[in-house]
């Protein structure tokens, strides 16, 4: 099946600093990624839906000025969480979507589990 | 707006037992609808989807989920849990008005007991 990876798979950071986290499709082209961040024993919330060049969208609530979304190719988006202070500390998803023969799936990448300390 | 509700935060079944976790639904026709399980510190693993196909979904694992549109559930089942199945579930709702993007509901703890 489609395969999508994060990197890093996790990372420890110092308040103030920025981290950039990668998403990619493997072996499929997806014009169209998620974001989601994971709060322990929380559910998924979505972050923002990152289009394919153009802008991506952010769920209300969500500060686009410090959660930068780059959807540079249609393989890879990127998620820079920027000035990064203690609570952004979560863990964080993404998802490509996929149109194949009709239909439509998401695949989940594994995750990012940031700290910031 | 797309939403799911998850009723009960935890469940506790005994292993060989039935497993029933409860999953609404709202949402414009067709939805699709999905479980996902995610084990401690892991990603999300797809268990099964709805795409309004046939209303009785078998997945992995011997996890099957039946779509009932009068009632807007999706509930999720296992005739027998087995101790592996101890996890944290997630039902999921997209398409309709909400396009592609993915919503989850809070999630159901499902503990196993020897």
């Known amino acids: 099946g489609a395969v999508v990876s994060q990197h890093p798979s996790w990372v420890i950071c110092k308040s103030g600093t920025s981290v950039k986290i990668e998403c990619r499709s493997l072996d499929f082209q997806a014009t169209t990624m998620f974001w989601y961040r994971q709060f322990p024993k929380q559910s998924l919330m979505l972050m923002a839906t990152?289009?394919?060049?153009?802008?991506?969208?952010?769920e209300q609530g969500v500060e686009k000025d410090k959660f930068l979304i780059n959807h540079a190719s249609l393989t890879l988006s990127t998620l820079t969480v920027t000035s990064a202070h203690p609570e952004d500390s979560s863990f964080y998803i993404c998802?490509?979507?996929?149109?194949?023969?009709?239909?439509?799936?998401?695949?989940f990448g594994p995750g990012t589990r940031l700290l910031v300390l | 707006a797309q939403s799911v509700t998850q009723l009960g935060s935890h469940v506790s079944v005994s292993e060989g037992a039935l497993v029933l976790l409860r999953c609404n639904y709202s949402?414009?026709?067709?939805?699709?609808l999905f479980w996902y399980v995610q084990y401690p510190n892991q990603g999300l693993q797809l268990l099964l989807k709805y795409t309004s196909a046939a209303t009785l979904v078998k997945g992995i694992n011997g996890f099957e989920a039946e779509f009932k549109k009068s009632e807007t559930s999706f509930h999720l089942t296992k005739p027998s849990a087995h101790m592996s199945d101890a996890a944290e579930y997630f039902c999921a709702v997209s398409g309709g008005t909400g396009g592609f993007k993915t919503i989850f509901g809070a999630g159901t703890r499902l503990f196993v007991k020897a």
């Open positions: 998802s490509a979507h996929m149109t194949s023969g009709g239909a439509e799936t998401q695949y």
């Open positions: 990152s289009n394919e060049g153009s802008k991506a969208t952010y």
């Open positions: 949402s414009s026709v067709p939805p699709y």
